[in-house]
């Protein structure tokens, strides 16, 4: 309990601490724009065209939570912390129900706990996890629908009961209704009860009950889908995703190195080895399940990317790093001497903090509040504002949404053309800019703002 106590505060923290300091994010304003339509009837309409990477469920919700505490950096964020620290104590739940199914006594339940609350623990630190957790965008809440969908799937596997058939059910719709890319777990799952028919540990109706209801889950998302296309007027063009590029072969490695830490990972990766191998022999299941879960997801993405088109996208796999760190967590128990088990999980906890201070410590985003304060400053009455690149149209409206006489926000090229405009200093036409904006209004980091 103290260790599952200290991941979740520790957790907490690390999510809600100082949530305004960095600027709206283009991918941010999105879900703003959508959740702060008046009726949910035209936020999942703003929302299919803004945000067609998904289906509605996180702009939703964000605007009944916009309702209660407002539109603040803070208030906005505060929705994707929230759900991510309860992130940390459903990865204790389903840890320790997955050593439930691979153990067929209650010998060890002591260290199973610990176990579960030491991979909570390491996920809690650990700066991917954080860091898409203080954002205003809906993979934090599709990654709390993922894990109580999993954990409803291993319940399912050992009770057999009516309502973890339909908390699976349920959760499957959410999770994709939340973000298409959650339905990746669902290849590691598919893949354990082909192996659990196989070594004959699971009956074939018991599969298909399984299989019937992830179905229905998948058929409400169907529904959802058909929704959404007849909200938008068409499906999602392929064109929303073409700004992702091609993974190299080995980035299932680099996903976990870079998102882990240099120094960490390392050490991370053996203790992970140590609880594959050792620990199987007990639990092949569980063990199994693990490595299926970690690796399956970003290898199906890596040859979907080649073979279709590019997908692999860091974020679109957080749900891969819970049994990663399960598997470490695993191997602390079976790691010797013992003295160097608290040790091992310390020198984690250190490397981790060390990663988020290293991190914390740069630039991120641009600076859109000063760039818009600039550009409003300098506009007369009538006039309006136009922004490049388009993705950061919706936050310049975000940080004009107050101002009083309303100010329009467009494209540069959109008529009449804008009095000033935003754009950032990568932008290929910048020389043609410069002669129909000759007054150079301010710089702010990235970004130029100027006049005509």
């Known amino acids: 309990m103290p260790v599952l106590v200290a991941a979740v505060v520790s957790g907490a923290i690390l999510r809600f601490g100082n949530l305004g300091s960095r600027d709206l994010s283009p991918d941010e304003s999105a879900s703003w724009i959508a959740a702060s339509a008046p009726t949910i009837k035209q936020v999942l309409t703003v929302q299919a065209r803004a945000n067609p990477g998904e289906l509605g469920l996180h702009d939703v919700l964000l605007h009944f939570w916009m309702g209660l505490f407002g539109d603040s950096l803070i208030a906005m964020r505060s929705l994707s912390a929230l759900t991510g620290t309860l992130a940390i104590f459903l990865i204790y739940l389903l840890v320790r129900e997955l050593l439930l199914n691979s153990s067929d006594d209650e010998t060890g339940a002591e260290q199973e706990r610990l176990t579960a609350a030491i991979a909570a623990l390491f996920f809690a630190v650990n700066l991917v996890t954080i860091k898409y957790s203080r954002e205003a965008r809906m993979y934090p809440l599709a990654l709390?629908?993922?894990?109580?969908?999993?954990?409803?799937?291993?319940?399912?596997?050992?009770?057999?009961?009516?309502?973890?058939?339909?908390?699976?059910?349920?959760?499957?719709?959410?999770?994709i209704i939340a973000t298409y890319t959650s339905g990746l777990v669902l290849i590691p799952e598919g893949l354990l009860l082909l192996l659990l028919l196989w070594r004959q540990?699971?009956?074939?109706?018991?599969?298909?009950?399984?299989?019937?209801?992830?179905?229905?889950?998948?058929?409400?998302?169907?529904?959802?889908?058909?929704l959404s296309v007849h909200l938008r007027g068409a499906a999602p063009s392929a064109q929303t995703w073409?700004?992702?590029?091609r993974p190299a072969p080995w980035a299932t490695i680099t996903l976990f190195s870079k998102a882990?830490?240099?120094?960490?990972?390392?050490?991370?990766?053996?203790l992970g080895a140590a609880g594959a191998l050792r620990s199987r022999s007990g639990r092949a299941d569980a063990i199994d399940f693990l490595l299926l879960w970690t690796f399956t997801p970003p290898l199906f993405l890596t040859l979907f990317s080649y073979a279709v088109r590019p997908a692999f996208v860091e974020r679109y796999m957080i749900s891969t790093f819970v049994p990663f760190f399960a598997l470490a967590a695993l191997g602390v128990f079976e790691s010797y001497p013992v003295g160097f088990r608290p040790a091992a999980v310390a020198l984690i906890l250190v490397l981790s903090v060390a990663h988020i201070v290293g991190w914390s410590h740069k630039e991120h985003g641009m600076p859109w509040g000063a760039a818009t304060a600039f550009a409003t400053g300098n506009l007369k009455p009538g006039e309006r504002i136009g922004v490049m690149p388009r993705n950061g149209i919706n936050v310049v409206r975000y940080y004009v949404r107050n101002a009083k006489p309303d100010v329009a926000v467009d494209a540069i090229d959109s008529e009449p053309a804008p009095?000033?405009?935003?754009?950032?200093?990568?932008?290929d036409e910048a020389a043609a800019l410069e002669q129909r904006y000759p007054q150079l209004l301010a710089f702010a980091g990235e970004l130029v703002v100027r006049r005509r």
């Open 144 to 175: 709390a629908l993922t894990l109580v969908q999993v954990w409803c799937f291993l319940r399912a596997l050992r009770r057999r009961e009516f309502i973890d058939y339909a908390g699976m059910a349920i959760a499957t719709a959410l999770m």
């Open 201 to 226: 540990r699971l009956r074939l109706v018991g599969a298909i009950l399984i299989g019937g209801a992830i179905a229905t889950g998948l058929l409400l998302v169907v529904v959802n889908f058909i």
């Open 242 to 245: 073409e700004w992702i590029q």
């Open 260 to 270: 882990i830490g240099t120094y960490a990972f390392p050490l991370l990766v053996i």
């Open 419 to 427: 009095a000033v405009v935003i754009v950032t200093d990568k932008f």
